[in-house]
């Protein structure tokens, strides 16, 4: 039985078209921490509202509190 190795994924391999995708960004970070935590504060809170409707919908919140 023959087991075949993975190579590392290089430029040679890579086809053209992939590498002119990735190469204008390959030096740049994916994301800085500043912006992390800006994405999890805007994701708590599209959750929180997500949850505010929920209730809403589901009759747990009265209309008087909307």
């Given at each position: 039985m023959e087991v075949e190795v993975d190579a590392p994924l290089t430029a040679e391999t890579q086809s053209d078209e992939e590498q002119a995708i990735t190469?204008?960004?390959q030096n740049e970070?994916?994301?800085?921490?500043?912006?992390?935590a800006n994405y999890y504060e805007e994701r708590q809170?599209?959750?929180?509202?997500?949850?505010?409707?929920?209730?809403?919908?589901?009759?747990?919140a009265t209309v008087e509190s909307w």
């Open positions: 190469e204008p960004y970070p994916i994301a800085d921490a500043e912006w992390v809170e599209q959750e929180d509202r997500l949850e505010m409707l929920r209730c809403r919908f589901e009759g747990h």
